[in-house]
Nanobody, 118 residues
Framework: QVHLVESGGGTVQAGGSLRLSCAAS????????MGWFRERERVAGIDGFG??TYADSVKGRFTISRDSAKNILYLQMNSLKPEDTAMYYC?????????????????WGQGTQVTVSS
């Protein structure tokens, strides 16, 4: 059984930065896709080869990375905007590619709230 726990959310002013973390317990194959979602939108994903993809709304501002040895997924968020305000969820898919469809993801965390004030 895989368990995902997000942390790092909070309240920040527009233009600020936050780094989200997702700690995975249980077996996570390093080849699996992992991603960050807000609402039902996949914000960023990183596949088993380390290739990352992003939603157009966050390109150039967010960076996804993973530490496979520690089973931790990160999302560095810079130049935050009020429209980035949302609950952010970490998810894992038992696939080597990274689908945008949230229904393709097998495991989900409980979420961490990000609020950006103007």
């Amino acid at each position: 059984q895989v368990h995902l726990v997000e942390s790092g959310g909070g309240t920040v002013q527009a233009g600020g930065s936050l780094r989200l973390s997702c700690a995975a317990s249980g077996y996570i194959d390093s080849r699996f896709c992992m991603g960050w979602f807000r609402e039902r939108e996949r914000v960023a994903g990183i596949d088993g080869f380390g290739t990352s993809t992003y939603a157009d709304s966050v390109k150039g501002r967010f960076t996804i990375s993973r530490d496979s040895a520690k089973n931790i997924l990160y999302l560095q968020m810079n130049s935050l905007k009020p429209e980035d305000t949302a609950m952010y969820y970490c998810a894992a898919a038992e696939l080597t590619s990274c689908p945008r469809d949230p229904n393709e993801y097998n495991f989900w965390g409980q979420g961490t709230q990000v609020t950006v004030s103007s």
